[in-house]
């Protein structure tokens, strides 16, 4: 027998082998339907990887380990800047912007003008969400592994406290006098005085929670596991309200009337009238849609891999503009 009837007989021998294994529930064969859908890059939600600033917005990216620079209107990249591993949380001071390095355990300070390295500096192990203070004195980081918040001077980069506060926080929010920390570990959120860091509770945050802001009279959290959206008390986070969602509520935005919730798992956004819950309107993201940008009526969303923006007009909550950030957009969707 040639070699070539060997390979086949061998070939055959094996298929029989595998259908045997397959009848006795030794092996199974996967469909299509059972193959897991492809993850973003970044599993988590913690900070705010995009900002307006003064006509452009800015986006941290993973991939290069880069913050680009673009023009809010159309979109076209202006710079691109290196900064430290894995990017995630931003936040701008008026003339600098913040960079929190997860990867690398800094916080890098760019001026906003021209993208020029300012400085860089210690933030803990695993800093991922920013916060300035109104005063811009101070920048606030949220250190993940370390479930602990970092208060560093913004002349310097200093720091000048370390608060512990719940497990893995992801994001922070602030009325000048306060500082509260979504704690997605513990399910809760810590309530620190701002001029000293004094710990002054934690209280529940529902169930899975993802996302945190503060409207100027309510903190509001968002909860991507179960869709739903809770209005709380800033004084004692009591719960005032709670929304139900059709779909997931992964993160939200206040547009200084209306909340809008990012659903980055069905690819979806809400307009959601802060009074009762009602849902304004809704229609397509971008992608998984994650983080968003607002400025006088219109809305940014970036998609979970941070290649690419749209742009929507608040009052209609339609797209108006879909472009990529260091790459070709996408086209748009037909919905």
């Given at each position: 027998?040639?070699?070539?009837?060997?390979?086949?007989?061998?070939?055959?021998?094996?298929?029989?082998?595998?259908?045997?294994?397959?009848?006795?529930?030794?092996?199974?064969?996967?469909?299509?339907?059972?193959?897991?859908?492809?993850?973003?890059?970044?599993?988590?939600?913690?900070?705010?990887?995009?900002?307006?600033?003064?006509?452009?917005?800015?986006?941290?990216?993973?991939?290069?380990?880069?913050?680009?620079?673009?023009?809010?209107?159309?979109?076209?990249?202006?710079?691109?800047?290196?900064?430290?591993?894995?990017?995630?949380?931003?936040?701008?001071?008026?003339?600098?912007?913040?960079?929190?390095?997860?990867?690398?355990?800094?916080?890098?300070?760019?001026?906003?003008?021209?993208?020029?390295?300012?400085?860089?500096?210690?933030?803990?192990?695993?800093?991922?969400?920013?916060?300035?203070?109104?005063?811009?004195?101070?920048?606030?980081?949220?250190?993940?592994d370390a479930n602990a918040l970092r208060k560093l001077r913004a002349s310097d980069g200093q720091t000048v406290g370390n608060y512990a506060v719940g497990g893995s926080p992801a994001a922070l929010a602030s009325d000048g006098e306060y500082i509260w920390s979504l704690n997605p570990g513990n399910e809760n959120i810590t309530k620190l005085?701002?001029?000293?860091?004094?710990?002054?509770?934690?209280?529940?945050?529902?169930?899975?929670?993802?996302?945190?802001?503060?409207?100027?009279?309510?903190?509001?959290?968002?909860?991507?596991?179960?869709?739903?959206?809770?209005?709380?008390?800033?004084?004692?986070?009591?719960?005032?309200?709670?929304?139900?969602?059709?779909?997931?509520?992964?993160?939200?935005?206040?547009?200084?009337?209306?909340?809008?919730?990012?659903?980055?798992?069905?690819?979806?956004?809400?307009?959601v009238r802060p009074e009762d819950g009602s849902i304004l309107a809704s229609g397509p993201s971008v992608g998984r849609g994650e983080a968003m940008a607002y400025d006088a009526g219109y809305l940014w969303i970036v998609d979970s891999g941070r290649s690419y923006i749209g742009k929507l007009e608040t009052d209609t909550a339609k797209m108006?503009?879909?472009?990529?950030?260091?790459?070709?957009?996408?086209?748009?969707?037909?919905?």
């Open positions: 027998m040639c070699d070539r009837d060997h390979r086949v007989l061998i070939h055959r021998l094996s298929w029989v082998l595998l259908l045997v294994l397959v009848a006795f529930g030794h092996v199974s064969l996967c469909t299509a339907q059972e193959v897991p859908p492809p993850q973003p890059l970044f599993q988590e939600i913690a900070g705010n990887p995009m900002i307006f600033e003064e006509g452009f917005l800015w986006v941290s990216s993973g991939r290069g380990n880069t913050v680009a620079k673009l023009w809010a209107d159309d979109g076209k990249l202006t710079g691109s800047y290196r900064v430290g591993e894995a990017p995630m949380g931003l936040a701008s001071d008026g003339e600098n912007i913040w960079v929190a390095n997860s990867g690398h355990a800094t916080v890098t300070k760019l001026r906003a003008l021209d993208g020029k390295t300012l400085g860089v500096f210690e933030a803990g192990s695993k800093p991922v969400a920013l916060l300035v203070t109104q005063d811009k004195k101070f920048v606030w980081v949220a250190d993940q005085l701002a001029s000293n860091g004094t710990n002054l509770g934690n209280f529940p945050a529902g169930s899975a929670p993802t996302s945190l802001l503060f409207d100027g009279n309510n903190l509001w959290v968002a909860s991507e596991e179960n869709g739903t959206l809770l209005r709380l008390s800033p004084k004692d986070c009591t719960i005032l309200a709670r929304f139900r969602l059709p779909e997931h509520a992964s993160q939200i935005l206040f547009d200084k009337k209306n909340i809008w919730v990012a659903d980055r798992i069905g690819s979806r956004l809400f307009k108006i503009a879909m472009f990529g950030v260091e790459t070709p957009p996408p086209p748009p969707s037909q919905e």
